[in-house]
């Protein structure tokens, strides 16, 4: 069953510091997805991402944050530079077209900032 | 705007009896509702989702959900609990009405189920 895969699933890295977590989304998909969970809280959407734009984000997804989609396989968020507070899980997801597919989420990748 | 609330952070229950998760949600047009299911250190899997049609879904792993549009809730059941359904549980809604295309989530639910 293909599913949405990410890199890496943990990272370590000093304050300040700029990360770029990737994801593989599912082949014939064409929405994508950021959200994040700080440890034990709730999932909270960042980022989508449709025909090679932005289409929504929330107040989270700030200048510190862009996505990308370079090469029509990897869907990568960059964090500029990190903050104490970035510290979390970040999932990838992707959907087929139509508004009603259900997302389809990575395993995710913890970001640990020190 | 769209919201999801889960009015309980743990709710526990015995092996082999019946479970209830609970859901409400506040959308301003028609909702899009789903459950999804996470394991310790994994990611969100999907267990089912209501678009029209019957109030009662069905989903993975036995599963089902009931739609109550007059008090705006998704509750997750099973009829006959495992100790393998222990898990966080996430309800999330769209409005398929409205701009907004993310889903929101609720804060989620522990579940345990106790041998």
């Known amino acids: 069953e293909p599913e949405v895969t990410q890199t890496p699933s943990h990272q370590v890295t000093q304050m300040g510091q700029e990360v770029i977590l990737r994801c593989v989304p599912i082949s014939n998909h064409l929405y994508f997805y950021w959200y994040r969970q700080i440890l034990g809280q709730k999932v909270e959407f960042l980022v989508s991402?449709?025909?090679?734009?932005?289409?929504?984000k929330s107040e989270i997804f700030d200048d510190q944050f862009s996505v990308e989609r370079p090469d029509g396989s990897n869907f990568t968020l960059k964090i500029r530079s990190t903050k104490l507070e970035d510290s979390a899980m970040y999932f990838c997801?992707?959907?087929?077209?139509?508004?009603?597919?259900?997302?389809?989420f990575g395993e995710g990748s913890r970001l640990t900032v020190l | 705007a769209q919201s999801v609330a889960q009015p309980e952070d743990q709710v526990n229950v015995a092996e082999g009896n019946p479970l209830t998760v609970k859901c409400t949600y506040s959308?301003?047009?028609?909702?899009?509702l789903f459950w999804y299911v996470q394991y310790p250190n994994r990611g969100l899997q999907f267990l089912l989702k209501y678009i029209t049609g019957d109030n009662l879904v069905k989903g993975s792993y036995g599963f089902e959900a009931e739609f109550n549009k007059s008090q705006t809730s998704f509750h997750l059941k099973k009829p006959s609990a495992l100790v393998s359904d222990s898990a966080l549980y996430f309800c999330a809604v769209r409005d398929l009405t409205g701009s907004a295309r993310q889903l929101t989530f609720g804060s989620g639910t522990q579940l345990t189920v106790l041998p």
């Open positions: 991402f449709y025909n090679n734009e932005i289409s929504e």
């Open positions: 959308v301003s047009g028609n909702p899009y």
């Open positions: 997801a992707s959907r087929r077209g139509g508004i009603t597919g259900e997302l389809f």
